[in-house]
């Protein structure tokens, strides 16, 4: 309750410019939950599901080798479940499928992220243009009230260094957050590159 209560004048000393700042705040931490939840649930082991898939097709259910697809979380669901119902066509078919599938579902694992991108780069530029109203602020006191007044100062210099440490404050830890969740991306795009590569030699017939 003691911080709350701390934090309300704090927020307001910053000036006009801390209700964007907040909002990016909040965004922001939205997103890096959402995204940690989301990308934590797609650690998938491509091989174990390509063996099963296989095993199913060998067997002749195709039908089981679908619904084992759709237990995939998403997007891979999708892409898988296209390659398998083009069993039996030719590889290049398959492939070709898998593709423009993969195209239309992929970016799904890039959601939220340019917003966050976004955050990062213009919260600190938020803090500068905060610190030019509040210097520019503490001149017009100096003007009006001479230099001889610090007390009179401390609103406007109060101001420029909030803002300037609440734009930083939710920059870096957005930009790490960033930064992090575009690597995984990577690294899940290029699994289920291979991944796909690998369901298209168990579904596709033998060419001779």
Avoid: W
Avoid at 53 to 78: K, V, W, Y
Avoid at 87 to 102: D, L, N, R
Avoid at 115 to 132: D, E, K, M, Q
Avoid at 168 to 182: D, E, G, M, R
């Amino acid at each position: 309750m003691n911080t709350l209560s701390e934090m309300v004048p704090f927020i307001f000393k910053g000036g006009v410019l801390m209700i964007p700042l907040l909002a990016c705040s909040i965004i922001a931490l939205a997103i890096i939950i959402e995204r940690a939840i989301t990308l934590h649930r797609l650690n998938i082991n491509f091989g174990d599901y390509i063996m099963n898939i296989h095993r199913l097709l060998e067997m002749g259910r195709d039908i089981d080798a679908i619904s084992l697809c759709e237990t995939m979380p998403e997007p891979f669901d999708q892409i898988f479940k296209k390659g398998v119902m083009n069993h039996g066509k030719s590889k290049a078919v398959v492939e070709e499928i898998i593709e423009e599938t993969g195209i239309q579902e992929i970016h799904k694992l890039e959601k939220y992220l340019s917003t966050l991108g976004t955050i990062a780069s213009i919260s600190p530029l938020l803090g500068l243009l905060g610190t030019v109203t509040g210097m520019i602020r503490a001149f017009n006191v100096m003007a009006i009230e001479g230099p001889g007044k610090p007390l009179a100062l401390a609103g406007g210099i109060s101001e420029a260094l909030i803002t300037t440490a609440t734009g930083l404050s939710i920059a870096i830890p957005t930009l790490v957050a960033y930064n992090y969740f575009s690597s995984r991306v990577d690294y899940l795009i290029r699994e289920s590159e291979k991944g796909t590569a690998l369901l298209a030699e168990v579904v596709a017939v033998t060419e001779d």
